[in-house]
């Protein structure tokens, strides 16, 4: 292989999954419709596209490698509700492609370095995404199911996520299902929006951005932290005491029902 592939590979967090039986096993588990739009983000050479466009109504799969369009291009050919965009999910506008779509579903093996940014695209978003079923290394599946009880892997991709989903590991899949074998093992994780999740508004925005600073400066107090991410002292301290929260607490002492009742009495 030439230099320039091998550095683009590792580059674009390439790691296929071409187990047939193992991806219709994890499509089996998000309870797709008939008229259900997808997103897939990272569609690689194409083995879960292929499965995921004979289960739903309409199918849209990004890749940003050209190496693997001809792939995408050639199922194109063949699946009618599927289309292929080559491009970047992180610079691409999301928002206004899917402006008029009530519902959406994001079903992917998503390129790992870029986990956490594309989770903080979607949920931040103001589209309806009904479910977000990735792909992820186990230790980020970890961080997104932990509670406060798991104090090194709680934080903010749990309260980012927990706001308007619920959580669940569906199955852990082994670094052997990947080619070329990663170093660690994945999970394939489900969020599904909760019933009463209204569209991401202001006060959402808040919680978030409170959310974010809390968790900036670990090893600080929240108000520390807090205060190190320009919130001021004053008034954290002031919604601290009227919250019974102790002065001293540290960011993963806070349950996601006290962020959200701060991020209300910050504004
Ligand atoms: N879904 C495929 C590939 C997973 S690997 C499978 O399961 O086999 C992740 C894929 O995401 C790779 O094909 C990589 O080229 C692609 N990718 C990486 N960064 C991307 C980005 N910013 N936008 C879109 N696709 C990206």
Not at 21 to 50: F, Y
Request: proline content about 5%; overall charge neutral; aromatic content about 8%.
């Amino acid at each position: 292989m030439k230099y320039s592939n091998r550095s683009k590979k590792s580059t674009y967090g390439q790691n296929f999954l071409f187990n047939k039986e193992l991806l219709t096993a994890l499509l089996d588990s998000c309870h797709l419709q008939p008229n259900d739009n997808v997103l897939e983000i990272g569609a690689g050479a194409g083995t879960l596209t292929e499965i995921l466009a004979q289960r739903v109504g309409k199918l849209l799969a990004l890749e940003i490698d050209d190496s693997l369009m001809p792939y995408l291009r050639a199922l194109e050919q063949k699946l009618p509700n599927l289309r292929c965009l080559h491009c970047d999910f992180m610079t691409w506008d999301f928002e206004e492609y899917f402006r008029d779509t009530p519902s959406v579903k994001v079903i992917a093996n998503i390129p790992y370095y870029i986990t956490t940014p594309i989770y903080h695209r979607l949920i931040f978003s103001s589209l309806p995404i009904e479910e977000l079923s990735c792909m992820v290394q186990l230790e980020v599946a970890k961080k997104i199911i932990a509670t406060p009880e798991q104090k090194n892997e709680y934080g903010t991709l749990a309260l980012i996520c927990r706001h308007k989903y619920n959580a669940e590991i569906v199955r852990v899949v082994v670094k052997e299902n990947f080619s070329p074998v990663p170093k660690v093992d994945s999970a394939f994780v489900r969020l599904t929006r909760k019933p009463e999740a209204s569209p991401v508004d202001a006060a959402d925005t808040a919680y978030y951005r409170l959310v974010k600073a809390s968790f900036l400066h670990r090893r600080k107090t929240l108000l520390n932290s807090l205060k190190a991410s320009g919130y001021e002292g004053g008034l954290v301290a002031e919604a601290l005491r009227c919250l019974e929260i102790q002065e001293n607490a540290r960011p993963e002492n806070l349950r996601y029902e006290d962020y959200v009742k701060l991020a209300e009495s910050l504004g």
